[in-house]
Structure formats: structure tokens, C-alpha cells
């Protein structure tokens, strides 16, 4: 058990393990934004579940992306609209449609959990989470490969093996 933490902070302390880790933690703050927002919305009965999870997404979203882009990443010029910031809100959209459909789903079946409110607010959120728990591996190896970090390491040294 300590061999793997000590094999797991040394991997940290690696280029990739560095952006793994913090697009974890980027996850994560942008997760508990949404989740509150989405809890705010549906469990004070403000929005339906379908609207509360469009609404919950869009506002995670925003710092999902600047986390990402400037510390996960690392990416420190200019944005590029249509190859950054437009392919990272369609998977946004992505996201928002899984977990809207879920919620929406989850919702039309909360009698399953019974007459319970906070029984069923958990239902209905567990659904929303869960959508993004699905996509979020999916997520990483994208915005690593596409979008944040297709520029970097192109300068890396050339080794001569012909000696």
C-alpha cells in the first residue's frame, strides 16, 4: 500500500501526472459548482429537473474551462475560438444532453424512491452526477490530445541512435 501512494506522488510530480492531477481537482471544483447549483435550482423546486440540469451545466462550465485552459493545461497564449473554446462548449453540450436526458429520466421515475423529497432530490441528482461521471475519462484523453495539449512538446530534443 505504500509502495502505490509513493509510486502515485511520484507520478504526480510528472508532466502528466501533474495535468491528470489537476484536471482531477478542476473536476472536482467544477462538479461541486454545479451540483450546488443544481441542488439550489431543483431541490428549492426554483426550476424542474430538465431546466435545473441545462442551467447547472452552463454555469459549471465556464470555470471548467478557464481551470482547464490556464492550470490544468497550462496554456498561457491567446484563446482560440473555433479550435479551443467552440470544441470545448460542444463537449460541454455533450455533457449538458447526457445529464439533462438523465435528470429528465430520473426524474420521471422518482416515484421509485418513494414519497420522500430529499429521497427523491437525490435520486434526481445522482442522475445528473452520474451522467458526468461517465464522460469525465472520456473528457481528459480529449482535451489532452485536441485541445490543450496538441502544441505542447513539440520542441522536445531529437535523439541520434545511429551511433
Keep these: ?93 455533450l455533457g449538458l444532453v447526457a445529464s439533462t436526458w438523465s435528470s429528465d429520466f430520473a426524474d420521471s421515475h422518482r416515484s421509485i424512491v418513494g414519497n420522500s423529497r430529499l429521497a427523491q432530490i437525490i435520486w434526481v441528482d445522482g442522475a445528473y452526477f452520474g451522467a458526468f461521471a461517465v464522460l469525465w475519462v472520456a473528457k481528459y484523453f480529449f482535451l489532452r490530445k485536441f485541445l490543450f495539449g496538441r502544441d505542447q512538446k513539440k520542441s522536445q530534443p531529437v535523439v541520434d541512435t545511429s551511433n
Excluded at 509510486?7 to 450546488?36: H, M, P
Design 1 to 93: 500500500m505504500i509502495r502505490r501512494i509513493v509510486t502515485l506522488l511520484a507520478w504526480i510530480k510528472t508532466e502528466e501526472g501533474k495535468k491528470a492531477f489537476r484536471y482531477s481537482l478542476t473536476s472536482v471544483i467544477s462538479a461541486v459548482i454545479s451540483q450546488l447549483a443544481f441542488l439550489a435550482l431543483y431541490g428549492l423546486s426554483i426550476l424542474g429537473a430538465k431546466y435545473s440540469s441545462i442551467s447547472a451545466t452552463l454555469i459549471g462550465a465556464v470555470p471548467s474551462y478557464f481551470l482547464n485552459r490556464y492550470w490544468a493545461f497550462e496554456k498561457k497564449e491567446r484563446n482560440h475560438f473555433f479550435s479551443e473554446v467552440v470544441p470545448y462548449f460542444i463537449m460541454a453540450v
